[in-house]
């Protein structure tokens, strides 16, 4: 992965795609870490995180993090997520976000030298291409390390870099949770208590 301390970067973040694909690699993303590592690369311009958020919950457990970022200094895109019924009968949300992501890359191909996109759709391809055809570099992070891979092939050669999310997760990765324990009243007893109730 090639970064000039010079290049005017800007990274274009997919959050359904990337939580995924973190999710496969068995870590979850800190977003502070991330914001510091990309601004030691070069000249970052600016950070966009994309996701589409249900507007008619009274919680929705992405809410906190899109908070967060967007008070951190991340430039938030969201948009209400779209209820439906799976063939299950299962309620789900979708929320595609690629028209918004492409809109702002091919926008802001006009003022930054590299553009970082955090996502494997294969649909971003064509946008790659195009600005490519601008001038300018294009990476690519996602992860062929998954099973399954959960990065385009097609997405993955037109890009100019690409850097698999799992050579990031040192980097960026949040420190692995312990599982907590569940309280167990037998193991608050005393040696004595434990001893008396092992003898019946």
């Given at each position: 992965?090639t970064?000039?301390?010079?290049?005017?970067l800007?990274?274009?973040?997919?959050?359904?795609?990337?939580?995924?694909?973190?999710?496969?690699?068995?870590?979850?993303?800190?977003?502070?870490?991330?914001?510091d590592?990309?601004?030691?690369r070069?000249?970052?311009?600016?950070?966009y995180?994309?996701?589409?958020?249900?507007?008619n919950d009274?919680?929705?457990?992405?809410?906190?993090?899109?908070?967060?970022?967007?008070?951190?200094?991340f430039?938030?895109?969201?948009?209400?997520?779209?209820e439906?019924t799976?063939?299950?009968?299962?309620k789900r949300?979708r929320?595609?976000?690629?028209?918004?992501?492409?809109?702002?890359?091919?926008?802001?191909?006009?003022t930054?030298?590299?553009l970082?996109?955090?996502?494997?759709d294969g649909?971003?391809?064509?946008?790659?291409?195009a600005?490519?055809r601008?001038g300018?570099?294009?990476?690519?992070?996602?992860?062929?390390?998954?099973?399954?891979?959960?990065?385009?092939?097609?997405?993955?050669?037109?890009?100019?870099?690409?850097?698999d999310?799992a050579?990031?997760?040192?980097i960026?990765?949040?420190?692995?949770?312990a599982?907590?324990?569940?309280?167990?009243?037998?193991?608050a007893?005393?040696?004595?208590?434990r001893e008396?109730?092992?003898?019946?």
């Open positions: 992965m970064f000039y301390p010079t290049e005017r800007a990274l274009f973040i997919d959050g359904a795609n990337l939580y995924s694909a973190a999710k496969a690699l068995g870590f979850d993303i800190d977003y502070r870490k991330l914001l590592e990309f601004k030691k070069g000249l970052l311009v600016r950070a995180y994309y996701t589409a958020i249900a507007e009274d919680y929705s457990p992405i809410r906190p993090l899109v908070d967060w970022l967007d008070y951190n200094g430039t938030l895109v969201t948009k209400p997520a779209r439906y799976d063939s299950q009968g299962r949300w929320g595609d976000m690629d028209i918004e992501i492409a809109v702002d890359m091919l926008q802001m191909a006009d930054v030298d590299h970082l996109l955090f996502s494997g649909d971003f391809r064509a946008l790659v291409e600005v490519q601008k300018r570099r294009v990476t690519v992070v996602s992860t062929m390390k998954s099973q399954p891979p959960m990065t385009s092939d097609d997405l993955r050669r037109q890009a100019d870099n690409f850097v999310l050579d990031l997760g040192n960026i990765g949040r420190p692995q949770r599982p907590q324990q569940r309280y167990n009243a037998a193991d007893r005393t040696p004595a208590e008396a109730e092992d003898e019946y």
